[in-house]
């Protein structure tokens, strides 16, 4: 099949994916072994040991690269068993920017794990452009972004941060995970590296743990396969099997997230208790414009602060019923969290509330149920506290 022709959702469903050979199945097979044999020593069929390659991860890896527009796809265990990846291409001494907003495990690895082995991160507002030039240096070799940001859907213009960094020789990874190849295609805009955290839209269904990388560059994707095949964060043929499962409906499945956020977030916009809405769609959005240039649609996360204290806000996300209490997002049904007691209570107080992550802020990860069941939720949850 001509991949290049085809349009994403056509993509979506045939890319990487052929049926079988030798049975005609239509789903790619779930290769559950370590070795394959070989005809003499050496000589093989491209597969001799499941770290290094395993025919499920192939076809879930040319999938990735094929949405993402990229030639070359990488699957791991995890989003940051990927993101540890991008790390390894780095040596003692070279220096990072990125976003002081960025995903806690980004943050805790950059800081905890690579600080001991001698990298630099500096953490910037990188929607403020003067600030990451500030902030750039000869031993920079990596911008990385995210976009939207989490919880505050914060905008990051890709390809503005990709010529600053390639001004300065270093690469520009974007963590796609919030967006997806559906609504945001990185390199399309200049990045170099796109990561993701497959667990969340791309697998869909909150029943999985799994990442990616995807580049268009043949010794970077060459690096990159070293170190996945040497550190060894690679996904079960299983969890391959399960991505590849999601991959196919990710274009009616984002549809329906953006169409249920998109309505949620204005009709929040309206609500008494509401303070203010963070959601790109919106046209109060700062960075709206942006954002509809960068991006196909706003996708399925928005955050909204209440007019209420922290235990307040905490009884209202206690109180849903159809929005279940949890950290993760990207699935079918929808989460609710509050990021000040959740995901980023680890931040002192007092750099939360500078950041703009205030105690009655609620993060929600809008699913794709009857979005005025969702609205219904809402109300009754926040009446039950407010009123
Ligand atoms: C969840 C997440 C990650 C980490 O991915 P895991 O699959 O949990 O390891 C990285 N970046 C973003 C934006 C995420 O939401």
């Not at 990051?156 to 609504?183: G, K, M, Q, R, W």
């Not at 549809?255 to 956020?261: I, V």
């Not at 009884?315 to 997002?329: C, I, K, P």
């Amino acid at each position: 099949m001509s991949e290049d022709h085809e349009r994403f959702e056509t993509r979506a469903i045939h890319a990487g994916q052929e049926p079988d050979e030798e049975t005609g199945a239509l789903m790619t097979p779930i290769y559950a072994n370590s070795t394959y044999e070989q005809s003499a020593p050496g000589e093989h069929t491209g597969y001799e040991y499941s770290r290094t390659a395993n025919p499920t991860r192939t076809d879930l890896e040319d999938n990735l690269a094929a949405l993402e527009g990229g030639e070359y796809g990488r699957a791991f265990s995890s989003g940051m068993g990927a993101i540890n990846t991008v790390l390894n291409l780095l040596k003692a001494g070279d220096h990072v920017v990125t976003g002081d907003d960025v995903y806690g495990g980004t943050h805790r690895i950059m800081t905890q794990v690579y600080e001991e082995y001698d990298l630099e991160f500096d953490f910037v507002d990188t929607t403020d452009h003067d600030a990451v030039r500030e902030a750039m240096r000869e031993e920079t070799e990596l911008v990385w972004v995210e976009t939207p940001t989490n919880p505050l859907m914060r905008v990051n213009d890709i390809a503005a941060l990709s010529e600053i960094a390639h001004e300065y020789d270093a690469l520009c990874a974007v963590d796609n995970t919030f967006a997806t190849p559906y609504l945001q295609r990185p390199l399309e805009h200049g990045a170099d590296i796109v990561a993701h955290s497959l667990t969340k839209y791309l697998g869909g269904h909150s029943d999985l743990v799994a990442g990616a990388l995807v580049t268009d560059d043949a010794d970077l994707d060459e690096r990159i396969g070293f170190y996945q095949n040497s550190v060894g964060a690679t996904p079960s043929p299983f969890d391959c099997f399960l991505v590849l499962r999601g991959t196919k409906s990710l274009p009616v499945r984002m549809d329906r997230h953006c169409e249920n956020a998109r309505e949620l977030a204005q009709w929040l916009d309206d609500h008494e208790h509401v303070e203010h809405v963070y959601y790109p769609g919106l046209e109060s959005h700062r960075q709206h414009d942006l954002a509809a240039e960068q991006m196909d649609d706003f996708g399925g996360m928005l955050s909204f602060e209440l007019d209420a204290t922290l235990a307040e806000a905490s009884d209202v996300v206690s109180n849903t019923h159809v929005f279940t209490l949890a950290e993760s997002l990207g699935g079918v049904e929808s989460l609710i969290e509050q990021p000040a007691a959740m995901t980023h209570a680890a931040i002192p107080q007092e750099e939360r509330e500078a950041a703009g992550l205030t105690d009655p802020l609620i993060r929600a990860s809008v699913g794709i149920e009857h979005v005025e069941d969702l609205k219904a939720d809402l109300q009754q949850a926040i009446e039950s506290v407010l009123e």
